[in-house]
């Protein structure tokens, strides 16, 4: 994304180059910074305060990050010092009864994305079939 998108690019500095705050899990730009960290290192997840927090695929995390525990805790509590804080937790739900982000979103106040409609303007709940 970072080489095909030009206003990225002038952002991030080439991977090429010796400088270091271009790496595979790390991205630094002006105002901030990208840190790619495995659900299954406690290390990584321990390592920095997190003010915005994506958790992706997270039916295929494992049970416990190394012995620390659950991983989504363990990176949770990394955001902690922050007031305006913003969790994202990504997946499409996969065993009954055993699905993480089904679990997360009956626990959270189950809005729906909406979208307006190309005919009428009213929005409502995008799906498949539309």
């Not at 290192?41 to 995390?61: Q, T």
């Not at 991983?71 to 990394?78: D, E, H, M, Q, V």
């Amino acid at each position: 994304m970072v080489r095909d998108t030009p206003c990225l690019r002038e952002k991030v500095s080439d991977v090429k180059t010796a400088r270091t705050t271009n790496t595979l899990d790390y991205k630094a730009f002006p105002g901030g910074h990208l840190t790619i960290a495995a659900a299954g290192s406690p290390g990584n997840l321990a390592a920095l305060p997190i003010r915005f927090l994506l958790c992706d695929e997270i039916d295929k995390y494992p049970a416990s990050s190394g012995t620390e525990g659950d991983p989504i805790s363990l990176a949770f509590k990394r955001t902690a010092t922050f007031w305006n804080r913003k969790v994202v937790l990504c997946c499409s739900p996969t065993i009954d009864g055993e699905s993480r982000i089904a679990k997360a979103f009956g626990t959270s106040d189950q809005r729906e994305f909406t979208v307006p409609c190309h005919a009428c303007g009213s929005f409502q709940v995008l799906k498949w079939a539309q």
